[in-house]
Each structure stands twice: as structure tokens, then as C-alpha cells.
């Protein structure tokens, strides 16, 4: 039996792909990702404003003046969002790909609550250049960045 011993996976120009620490654990250090919130109301028939607490990496995009997440290269990917609805009234929020609505990528609540929670995520292919947003159908969010959060991740 014989072992393979690496600390570091490398790319032909030098780049560090992987680390392997003394535990065990593999990292992966240039990962795309994103996170962001939205400290304004979003109204009905409005793109959700990503414009705070906003950390991204490994190439991703977060666009705040278009209020997308620009992914950087092709692979399978997490999205997601939870809001808070502002209103007592139906409340609905659609995951976009390039501006488009994705199937299955939308959330609502009730009529009949002040301040329902609503939320969604998904796996989705996307190739490099596309993006997401997030867009409010109909009701109104919550302005409070504790309650609004919008993210995307490569998973491979």
C-alpha cells in the first residue's frame, strides 16, 4: 500500500486550486460566491436592490447598480433568497436567470399575515457571464437587512 502525500493542488500557472490541511480538510479557496442584502423596500413589479452587506469571491459579480450576481464561469450552482413580506397582503418573489423567471424559482406568502417570512433556493446550471436577480411579482418587502438575503455558490 503506498500513500499519496499533497498539501496544495496546483493550475500550470500557479495558482493554487486546493489545499489538503494537517486535518484533513480540503479547501477550495477560489470558489464563486455571493451574499448580499437589501437594506430598501422592494415593491410590486420592482428587481430586489442587492446594496448591503454585500461579500463575494472567486470571480463572481455582484452588480449593485443593476442589482445581479454575475456568475464567472459555467458549473452547477446554489441559489437562494429568504425576505420578509412588509404587508398584509400576498407577497411573491421570483428567482431570475438573466431576466428571465426560472421554474420553480419563486416564494410567496399569505394574505392574511403582517411580516411572513418567505424564501426559496435551488440548484441551477449556468454558464459563464449569466446572472440572477431577484424580482418582486406582487406585495412588498421588509427594509431590514437581518430579514432579506440573496446568494449564489458554485457547488462543480
Same mark, same amino acid.
Given at each position: 500500500?503506498?500513500?499519496?502525500?499533497?498539501?496544495?493542488?496546483?493550475?500550470?500557472?500557479?495558482?493554487?486550486?486546493?489545499?489538503?490541511?494537517?486535518?484533513?480538510?480540503?479547501?477550495?479557496?477560489?470558489?464563486?460566491?455571493?451574499?448580499?442584502?437589501?437594506?430598501?423596500?422592494?415593491?410590486?413589479?420592482? $428587481?430586489?436592490?442587492? %446594496?448591503?452587506?454585500? /461579500? *463575494? !469571491? @472567486?470571480?463572481?459579480?455582484?452588480?449593485? +447598480?443593476?442589482?445581479?450576481?454575475?456568475?464567472?464561469?459555467?458549473?452547477?450552482?446554489?441559489?437562494?433568497?429568504?425576505?420578509?413580506?412588509?404587508?398584509?397582503?400576498?407577497?411573491?418573489? $421570483?428567482?431570475?436567470? %438573466?431576466?428571465?423567471? /426560472? *421554474? !420553480? @424559482?419563486?416564494?410567496?406568502?399569505?394574505? +392574511?399575515?403582517?411580516?411572513?417570512?418567505?424564501?426559496?433556493?435551488?440548484?441551477?446550471?449556468?454558464?459563464?457571464?449569466?446572472?440572477?436577480?431577484?424580482?418582486?411579482?406582487?406585495?412588498?418587502?421588509?427594509?431590514?437587512?437581518?430579514?432579506?438575503?440573496?446568494?449564489?455558490?458554485?457547488?462543480?
Amino acid at each position: 500500500m503506498s500513500n499519496l502525500l499533497v498539501q496544495n493542488i496546483k493550475h500550470t500557472n500557479g495558482t493554487t486550486a486546493q489545499t489538503v490541511d494537517s486535518s484533513g480538510r480540503v479547501l477550495k479557496p477560489v470558489i464563486p460566491f455571493g451574499q448580499a442584502s437589501s437594506n430598501a423596500k422592494t415593491s410590486s413589479s420592482n $428587481v430586489v436592490n442587492l %446594496n448591503s452587506h454585500v /461579500i *463575494s !469571491g @472567486g470571480g463572481l459579480t455582484v452588480d449593485q +447598480s443593476n442589482n445581479r450576481m454575475i456568475v464567472p464561469v459555467t458549473g452547477l450552482y446554489q441559489i437562494g433568497f429568504t425576505e420578509l413580506a412588509d404587508v398584509a397582503a400576498y407577497t411573491e418573489i $421570483v428567482m431570475r436567470k %438573466n431576466g428571465s423567471n /426560472i *421554474s !420553480g @424559482g419563486r416564494a410567496q406568502t399569505g394574505t +392574511s399575515h403582517q411580516y411572513g417570512e418567505l424564501g426559496h433556493n435551488m440548484l441551477i446550471s449556468l454558464s459563464t457571464d449569466d446572472y440572477i436577480d431577484w424580482y418582486c411579482v406582487a406585495g412588498t418587502t421588509h427594509n431590514n437587512t437581518e430579514y432579506n438575503n440573496h446568494y449564489v455558490y458554485l457547488i462543480g
